[in-house]
């Protein structure tokens, strides 16, 4: 029998879960939060996060072995479905990390290395390339485009980032906030059913949770 949940946070063993589950109970007590990898159990929840730290290649690879690679794209075709960090990288085409790592292609874009982008930069002498990867720290996001999980949020909040990939604003439409580092980064993404966040909303303080309870109250609608 498939235990009931209302929220399910998606564990393939690379994901902040602890970090991510606790925060979601705090901003939504009333709501039964689940951590697991039981297809049925996340499908059968209103909302799923899709969490991730660390390199993509053995996120993805974790991803496919357990079956989750079928459930996150069905899921993102019918309830409201959020990526976190490398979660939100693993809902794209392709990362650029260890030679190129296949990823879920729930969206067309491409995941880069900043150090690319900033060696690039020197030799045009850029400052950027000053920057230190990985991208770790407090960092403003710019509200681009309106969206129902911006909703108690002001314009330029900081949020808190740790990742060295990133998916360029500009070669991104789906963006809903940036942020800049050496480049504009998409630090917020809306497509349908989908929204993905490059930052930490857990370790946010009270913009992060903000944003989480937007979600849990979101039906998945732009």
């Known amino acids: ?31 039964n939060v689940w951590v697991g990898d039981d297809p049925d159990i996340i499908k059968s929840a209103s909302h799923v996060v899709y969490p991730g730290v660390g390199a ?38 392709r990362s650029d990390e260890n030679g190129g790592v296949d990823c879920l292609g729930l969206l067309p874009n491409r995941v880069q290395f900043f150090s690319d982008h900033f060696k690039l930069a020197k030799r045009l002498e850029d400052q950027q390339s000053v920057l230190k990867v990985p991208h770790m720290g407090w960092n403003q996001v710019e509200q681009t485009q309106p969206h129902p999980l911006w909703q108690g949020i002001d314009e330029g909040a900081r949020f808190y980032f740790v990742h060295s990939y990133f998916v360029a604003a500009s070669e991104c439409p789906f963006t809903v906030g940036k942020s800049h580092y050496g480049i504009d980064i998409t630090a917020m993404l809306a497509h349908d059913n989908i929204f993905a966040v490059q930052f930490h909303p857990e370790k946010s303080h009270h913009d992060g949770l903000q944003l989480l309870k937007n979600f849990v109250n979101w039906d998945g609608a732009s």
């Not at 498939?2 to 009333?30: C, E, F, W």
């Not at 079956?67 to 085409?93: F, H, N, R, T």
């Open 56 to 93: 993509i290649g053995d996120c993805m690879a974790e991803v496919r072995a357990r079956g989750l690679d079928q459930v996150i794209v069905e899921v993102a075709q019918s309830k409201p479905l959020l990526g976190i960090c490398v979660g939100m990288q693993g809902m794209m085409a």
């Open 1 to 31: 029998m498939t235990t009931a949940v209302d929220i399910a946070v998606i564990d393939y063993g690379m994901g902040n879960l602890h970090s991510i589950a606790k925060a979601l109970r705090h901003i939504a007590p009333q709501r």
